[in-house]
């Protein structure tokens, strides 16, 4: 990982700076959008510290089960060296998504009114921390303007396929949000989007495959999707009230636009001028 700064035993990596700020943006937005759902700032707060601790916990998890259990198995004090790389988005997701449920039950909350304003977030979240990123493509084949060069060998900036379709998924929910038919439906459409995107930018990542050009981040994301196509339909028919629209004026298409291109272009400079 690329070190941005160093004070004696403190060591603070881009990608570690990136994913704070990320959180930091994404957890300002879902506060606001809470607020607009009548959830007050604490129990946000709350549920946005449980996802993020319970998500890197199971993304760690499902790295080391899914990608290379046997080197961990083999080498257990390895895996507490999360800082060297080796997280997996869909175990991340997963275990957020448990334990978010758990909270709300508890709490007595409802589960997918939460689930909504958190999907929301997501994707700014992720764009945002997934400039920092040092997981490159796979080496191109033919030599296209915005490659990477990494050890001498022009990549595929994955990264960056990944937070311009991140970002596009963040307006369209945000922009949903006001027209949206059920309490879940947003959640439903993040996890079905977010492994459709997963998917695609796997095919110019390098991890281990099961068959052809798939690898086992597509399985993984397939399974999402029928899930998610699965939990779709069925709040879809639970849900004939009407949903209660929400305070405050909708984004307006051309400001939508105009944010999404510009944090697409800030996203991009800082990307190559660290990375590049």
Known sequence: ?????????????????????????AGAFAIKQAE???????????VILLVVTSGIIGARLFYILFYNPAFYFNNPSQ????????????????TAILVGYLYCKKRKISFFKMADIIAMALPLAQGIGRVGCDVFGKPMINPLPWGINYGGILVHPAQVYEFVLDYILFIFLWR??????FEGE???IYLISFS?????????????????PFSISHLLSLGLIVIGLILYNFLLKRNTKKLDGISGEQIKLLPSIVLLVTLIIISMIIFYTVQG
């Open 196 to 212: 459709i995107i997963r998917g695609i930018v796997e095919f110019f990542r390098i991890n281990p495959v099961i068959w052809g």
């Open 1 to 25: 990982m690329k070190e941005i700064i160093s004070i004696g035993p403190i060591h603070i990596y881009f990608f570690g700076m990136m994913i704070a700020i990320g959180m930091v943006i």
């Open 36 to 46: 607009k759902r009548g959830i007050n700032e604490d129990t946000i707060l709350n």
């Open 176 to 181: 949903r949000s006001y027209k949206q038919k």
């Open 186 to 188: 947003l959640f439903v």
């Open 79 to 94: 895996i507490f060296k999360i800082y060297e790389g080796g997280l997996s988005i869909h175990g991340g997701i997963f």
